[in-house]
């Protein structure tokens, strides 16, 4: 199903009036999304995982931080933040990073055709607080470094190949990535109060060694058109990529990005929304602001990393907020799809969808102890719509 777009007049006003909802009784909400009941219906009780899920939903535990992977001789790595899954034979593989300074890196859960896990290895180590990445699509995983002069460096999820640094792809404080095989280029998310948004051009469709940094340009409203300008220094030194483009647009702490169907999503931690860029029509407008929703009550605060399903629906983790993940439908409607109890001091990391879109995995990154050692990795199964 091809999620539509969203682009239906101006978002610049700062009311709800200046958005022309129309919130009739059955008629479609206009973007930014509104609260409204979610596919898959309330949530229940807390199961036995803590885990407040829909009817016909399940959770597992599938790893936990110091504790060895199932049977597998892999302890899984503090702090797990960003993630992925590939598709292996009949089975697949989740990638998740590590948010730890100097140790970081990347590990990885196998599983079969069934749901058991049958491996866990290591695919990157010692670099620095890798919070988020993204999926190529020659199946690689993007790892980056969340720090100022952070590098992305490109994995082998089947812990084959060594993985690479790719110095091209900019220094700066790298969150996501999403890659765009349309357009051949990469989307970068920054997460700073005054960061960019980035695209890399490779040289080479599916080589990442050389290529073009370029940042968006567009005016400070919350709509309109934007352009692409080349960063002349992306190693960032002594003139940080952000301020080196005139004109660059500034978001405030970008986190996860997503892209499908000529748009590319992309979240800011510090204003609470979720941004879309019709890449079709080089236009951008807001698909959530948590302080548009009529009524307030926003369901979805602490915006972070995001995924999308097949259906067009897109998931949210929240940092902080109640501990959720919400989803917005193709009809821009924000609803809770699950909530996780007993565990405020923690986030919600690395949320990805098995390749038959069933299963949904995700991390809270410190758990119930409220520390980077008390991270616990989850599996949701249950019937999402297709």
């Known amino acids: 199903m091809e999620r539509r777009s969203f682009l239906r007049g101006a978002v610049a006003g700062g009311t709800a009036a200046a958005f022309g909802y129309t919130l009739m009784q ?3 909400y206009a973007a930014p999304a509104q609260k409204g009941p979610g596919p898959y ?9 803590g885990i407040q899920l829909p009817s016909g939903f399940t959770s597992r535990v599938i790893a936990r931080s110091g504790q060895k992977v199932g049977s597998t001789a892999y302890t899984w790595h503090n702090a797990p933040d960003g993630g992925a899954c590939f598709a292996d034979g009949t089975g697949w593989i989740y990638v998740s990073n590590s948010e730890i300074s100097s140790t970081g890196g990347a590990g990885t859960i196998k599983f079969n055709s069934t749901g058991s896990i049958t491996g866990s290895y290591r695919i990157l180590s010692n670099t620095n607080r890798n919070c988020a990445g993204g999926a190529t699509p020659w199946n690689t995983w993007l790892s980056c470094e969340e720090v100022s002069t952070g590098y992305v460096y490109e994995t082998d999820p089947w812990g084959v190949n060594a993985a690479v640094r790719r110095d091209a792809m900019g220094r700066f404080n790298h969150e996501a990535a999403a890659a765009d095989p349309v357009r051949k280029v990469i989307y970068l998310t920054e997460d700073a109060s005054d960061g960019c948004f980035y695209r890399y051009v490779p040289s080479t469709w599916g080589n990442l060694s050389a290529g073009t940094l370029q940042v968006l340009k567009a005016g400070t409203a919350t709509s309109g058109s934007f352009t692409w300008a080349t960063v002349p220094d992306p190693d960032g030194s002594p003139t940080p990529t952000r301020d080196q483009v005139s004109g660059a647009k500034l978001f405030n702490g970008g986190e996860g990005c997503h892209y499908a169907n000529d748009t590319v999503w992309f979240t800011t931690k510090g204003d609470n929304r979720v941004w879309q860029l019709n890449l079709a029509a080089s236009t951008y407008e807001l698909a959530y602001d948590d302080n548009l929703v009529v009524g307030g009550g926003a369901p979805l605060t602490g915006v972070d990393n995001i995924t999308g399903s097949s259906s067009g629906d897109l998931y ?30 923690s986030e919600i990391c690395g949320p990805a969808f098995s390749p038959n879109g069933q299963r949904l995995y995700f991390s809270s990154q410190r758990g119930t102890s409220g520390s980077s050692s008390g991270g616990i990795t989850y599996e949701v199964t249950g019937p999402f719509r297709s």
């Open 26 to 28: 059955g008629a479609a």
């Open 316 to 345: 949210v983790a929240e940092d902080g907020g109640n501990m959720e993940i919400c989803l917005i439908t193709p009809d821009d409607v924000v609803a809770t799809f699950l909530r996780i109890t007993g565990q405020s001091s």
């Open 41 to 49: 219906g309330a949530l229940g009780t807390a199961d036995a995982n």
